[in-house]
């Protein structure tokens, strides 16, 4: 394959075109570069600010692949088409069954492509009446298998290097924000933008280095996703309470379900402040309450649920992740 010559300062700007027009953030060049850590490529990005730089194609695609997924843009580091169907084709070619039915789907597709083209339709824009004549044709398993197919497809679309990049959001995000706490109305969801949540699943390891406001935010939003009518507590002077859930066809009149309380730390939360959320439960007639926290209870502090039969759950570390793997199923933080 060919190279790319980037002039001085012009690789970091693409760089952050990329991550402002797909992912939404809006990152200075530290960021970028540590987002680039473990790899070959912070040196080279450096360099390439100064006295730029050639890279080979494959390189290029190498690079934007790690830093995309780095950012949170797509859910699994991508490798490229050509790998990407090939693990596909390893998985199917154990099962000289399952082998056929990947062979038959994937000529089905192929051909159903073509006279889509013939007939002057786009693709892969929408591939309805391609899935449905598959599925037709082989059931659900050959729909699943094609369903497949195209999120290869559609996935080397979206990284392509060498493709026009259209941008996927009306304007960026700082990525300090998420961690300084600046208050901006999401443009996707109610409470905190998808662009962070996109970015924490893939980045759970700054879980605790988010601001605390945005964790009582990532907090309201989970629950309001999951159906409950959420009320989003003022961040200072709320007595403790920094969520609260009530079914959703509870008027927020009434006691909470359950109140919510926020623990944004590194350092394991201790029975103090068990006894505190018990108080207030008390205090406002929920029905439980809940502790969500980055880190997880002490010892003492789940002896005193326990021993004192306090209707309190928690969310430890653990289970804040898998809240931010099914925050980013409804989309991948591709705003259609």
């Known amino acids: 394959m060919g190279s790319i010559i980037f002039e001085p300062k012009s690789l970091l700007d ?22 680039l850590s473990g790899t070959q490529y912070p040196d080279i990005v450096r360099g390439a600010e100064v006295n730029g ?5 494959e390189e290029y695609e190498d690079l934007l692949y790690h830093f995309m997924y780095r950012i949170g843009y797509v859910e699994e580091e991508y490798q490229g088409p050509t790998i990407e169907i090939a693990r596909q084709f390893h998985r199917y070619k154990k099962d000289p069954q399952e082998l056929s039915l990947y062979t038959n789907v994937g000529s089905a597709m192929s051909r159903l492509m073509r006279e889509g083209f ?46 026009p990049l259209f941008h996927e959001w009306k304007d960026t995000l700082e990525l300090k924000g998420l961690f300084d706490g600046t208050n901006k109305i999401p443009e996707k969801g109610r409470f905190i933008d998808q662009r962070y949540v996109d970015y924490l699943s893939n980045n759970t390891d700054r879980l605790g280095d988010m601001h605390w406001r945005k964790f009582e ?13 959420v009320a989003l507590g003022p961040g200072s002077n709320d007595d403790g309470v920094d969520v609260r859930i009530w079914h959703p066809d509870t008027d927020p009149a009434e006691s909470p379900l359950c109140i919510a309380q926020c623990k944004r730390t590194r350092d394991k939360v201790n029975k103090v402040t068990v006894k505190g959320l018990h108080a207030d439960v008390e205090f406002e007639k929920a029905t439980y309450g809940i502790i969500i926290t ?4 002490s010892p003492g502090a789940k002896t005193t649920i326990s021993a004192r039969g306090y209707a309190i759950e928690a969310v430890e570390r653990d289970g804040v ?15 259609r």
């Not at 992740?321 to 705003?335: A, C, E, F, H, Y």
């Open 294 to 297: 980055t880190s997880e209870l």
């Open 217 to 229: 935010q990532l907090t309201a939003e989970f629950y309001n996703r999951e159906g409950y009518r």
């Open 14 to 35: 693409n760089l952050a075109e990329w991550a402002g027009g797909k992912a939404g953030l809006a990152m200075s060049i530290t960021e970028i570069c540590d987002h």
């Open 118 to 163: 013939a007939r002057g339709e786009s693709m892969p824009a929408d591939p309805t009446a391609v899935i449905k004549a598959i599925k037709h044709e082989f059931g659900a398993p050959g729909e699943n298998l094609v369903r497949e197919m195209y999120s290869i497809i559609q996935k080397g679309i979206r990284l392509s290097p060498h493709a």
């Open 321 to 335: 992740k898998s809240w931010l793997k099914k925050l980013r199923k409804p989309g991948t933080g591709i705003v």
């Open 53 to 57: 730089v050639r890279l080979r194609s």
